[in-house]
């Protein structure tokens, strides 16, 4: 039985990276270690107990890349621990594995035999996506993160088109959570608006959800 994975999206704000659970790799303990910034070398005595089982395949190890290029079941092992952390976009795998290895056209071989075995999918990984930013998000926004991962604009579009029916309702639970208030004056209301826009909602979405200033003014009562 494969790990238990991650839904795609399942992060932060800012990205959608997170630890999973374990690698189903046999090198398991060398984890990846995304954006991961090479440390000093260090020097003293030989460590010993959890110390060196660390050294020797966690912590050091997965703060240096392979010395040799891995072969093809070495690089299929690997894509198969990444995705047991969280589902990939096939440009994300593909990214993550020239790191082990210069030959794309092996690279891509990998990545067919993981699709035709149903362990990588661009239309999961994005439907999780889709799925988990949408929560929080504007279509314009889920968009965009899903371009940036190397899903294609065809897809892309198909599930924001989905995603465009609840825009508004969206909308209302994100303005609710972060505000909840009727606005003091118009500067408060375009704070607010701001912050919807900055989430990727349409326009003209954003303007019903809003409410109206308490203290408008006058020339507020035309937009």
């Not at 990727?200 to 308490?214: K, L």
Request: charge should be positive; aromatic fraction near 4%.
């Amino acid at each position: 039985m494969w790990p238990r994975r991650r839904p795609a999206g399942a992060a932060d704000d800012d990205g959608f990276e997170q630890c999973g659970t374990a690698s189903a790799s046999p090198d398991a303990g060398e984890s990846e270690a995304d954006g991961a910034v090479p440390g000093p070398a260090r020097s003293g005595p030989a460590r010993s107990g959890t110390a060196a089982r660390y050294s020797r395949g966690g912590f050091d190890a997965r703060r240096n890349a392979p010395e040799e290029p891995l072969n093809a079941t070495q690089l299929r092992m690997r894509g198969i621990a990444l995705l047991a952390r969280r589902e990939h976009s096939r440009a994300e795998l593909q990214q993550k594995l020239r790191r082990y290895a210069d030959d794309a056209t092996l690279i891509g071989q990998v990545l067919d035999q993981l699709q035709a075995e149903k362990l990588l999918s661009d239309q999961r990984f994005a439907e999780g996506v889709a799925r988990v930013r949408g929560a929080r998000y504007g279509s314009a926004r889920v968009a965009q993160d899903l371009r940036a991962k190397g899903v294609s604009g065809e897809l892309a579009n198909s599930l924001v088109r989905d995603l465009k029916a609840s825009e508004a309702e969206r909308a209302q639970a994100a303005w609710q959570k972060r505000f909840g208030e009727v606005p003091a004056d118009a500067a408060e209301r375009a704070k607010q608006m701001r912050f919807l826009q900055a989430r990727g909602f349409a326009s003209e979405v954003i303007h019903r959800v809003v409410p109206r200033a308490s203290r408008a003014a006058p020339e507020d009562h035309e937009d």
